[in-house]
C-alpha cells in the first residue's frame, strides 16, 4: 500500500532494532521506553492469511522483542494487535512500569498521544 506510515517507516533502517524473514522490529515512536512494534515485512492486513513459516517467525519475533523489553525490567509486558488507525498487521509489545496504572487504561494511555513518563 503506497501511503501506508509502517511501509513507509520500514525504509528506514535505522528505525529497524531486529529483523527476520517477515516481520520487523522498532521502537515505537511514543514516550514510553522499551515500547516497540512488531510489524509484518510488507503490506498485509490479516492474521488469516499468514502462512505457516511467518507465523513460525512471529514467535522468534515476538521472543527477541520480549528480550529487549526486558532489559527495561518492566512489571508485566502487553501485547495488542488493532490495525484499525494503520490497516498493516502489527502488535504493539507495551511494558509496564512499577506506579504506572495496570491493565487496557495503560494500553490506551500508552497508544494514545502524550503518555506521560514513568515515575
Not at 13 to 29: D, G, Q, T, Y
Request: hydrophobic share 35%.
Amino acid at each position: 500500500m503506497m501511503n501506508c506510515p509502517i511501509c513507509q517507516a520500514h525504509k528506514n533502517p535505522e528505525e529497524i532494532l531486529f529483523e527476520n524473514e517477515f516481520w520487523i522490529l522498532r521502537k515505537a515512536n511514543q514516550n514510553l521506553e522499551g515500547y516497540l512494534y512488531l510489524e509484518l515485512k510488507g503490506h498485509g492486513e490479516s492474521w488469516s492469511g499468514l502462512s505457516l513459516q511467518q507465523l513460525e517467525a512471529y514467535g522468534r519475533a515476538l521472543h527477541k522483542g520480549i528480550e529487549i523489553i526486558g532489559s527495561y525490567y518492566p512489571e508485566k509486558v502487553y501485547m495488542t494487535a488493532i490495525a484499525e488507525r494503520v490497516p498493516h498487521l502489527h502488535v504493539h509489545l507495551i511494558p509496564r512500569f512499577k506506579g504506572q496504572t495496570p491493565g487496557i487504561d495503560h494500553i490506551a494511555q500508552a497508544t494514545g498521544p502524550g503518555f506521560p513518563k514513568p515515575m
